[in-house]
T-cell receptor
Framework: NAGVTQTPKFRVLKTGQSMTLLCAQD?????MYWYRQDPGMGLRLIHY???????AKGEVPDGYNVSRLKKQNFLLGLESAAPSQTSVYFCASSYPTASGRHNEQFFGPGTRLTVL | AQSVTQLDSQVPVFEEAPVELRCNYS??????LFWYVQYPNQGLQLLLKYLSGSTLVESINGFEAEFNKSQTSFHLRKPSVHISDTAEYFC????????????FGRGTSLIVHP
């Protein structure tokens, strides 16, 4: 199993350009998440999904959109990139506990994005 | 609402010395607790977790953490560290109320010196 994969690994954008980050998981997990990691800030949740066709906002959703058309994929879009979106982006997936809560998360290797 | 505080942003230690990375959380309901490790230029991976049962949980590489409900803490310990333990460590909490989405601390950088 590949686990969680992210495409691309690196990207440089100019301000105002758009792009889509792709996350794929082969573990049949219900839950998927997008985080950004910045120095000294830890991980901040951008958007998440608790099932195919459903998405919800996290802590820092502004400037991002997501879609989960298939259970195994979770896409993160930047419509008009800004330098403040320079970061490392991580995708993760998880499965519910017996009581329906979020269990341990499995992370992808990350995408390093620079916006000039 | 849940929150997580990792009290030390950086912990330098010599090889074979013991180490403790501190994690405190704020929640009034039952919680799940996690420690993740991130090696340079990699994603996070689970080190250990507490869901229920024994308050002392162990990882396969010698780390352990103890859930202390009265002190709302989940400190990570290792009796003897190796150079290879140099990494960023994140504590996360998920509470039973609300959206259940785990909240992460800001991380502690463990630096093991020879």
């Amino acid at each position: 199993n590949a686990g969680v994969t992210q495409t691309p690994k690196f990207r440089v954008l100019k301000t105002g350009q758009s792009m889509t980050l792709l996350c794929a998981q082969d573990m049949n997990h219900e839950y998927m998440y997008w985080y950004r990691q910045d120095p000294g800030m830890g991980l901040r949740l951008i958007h998440y999904s608790v099932g195919e066709g459903t998405t919800a906002k996290g802590e820092v959703p502004d400037g991002y959109n997501v879609s989960r058309l298939k259970k195994q994929n979770f896409l993160l879009g930047l419509e008009s990139a800004a330098p403040s979106q320079t970061s490392v982006y991580f995708c993760a997936s998880s499965y519910p506990t017996a009581s329906g809560r979020h269990n341990e998360q499995f992370f992808g290797p990350g995408t390093r994005l620079t916006v000039l | 609402a849940q929150s997580v505080t990792q009290l030390d942003s950086q912990v330098p230690v010599f090889e074979e010395a013991p180490v403790e990375l501190r994690c405190n959380y704020s929640s009034s309901v039952s919680v799940y607790l996690f420690w993740y490790v991130q090696y340079p230029n990699q994603g996070l991976q689970l080190l250990l977790k507490y869901l229920s049962g024994s308050t002392l949980v162990e990882s396969i590489n010698g780390f352990e953490a103890e859930f202390n409900k009265s002190q709302t803490s989940f400190h990570l310990r290792k009796p003897s560290v190796h150079i290879s333990d140099t990494a960023e460590y994140f504590c996360a909490v998920s509470e039973s109320g609300g959206s259940y989405i785990p909240t992460f601390g800001r991380g502690t950088s463990l630096i093991v010196h020879p």
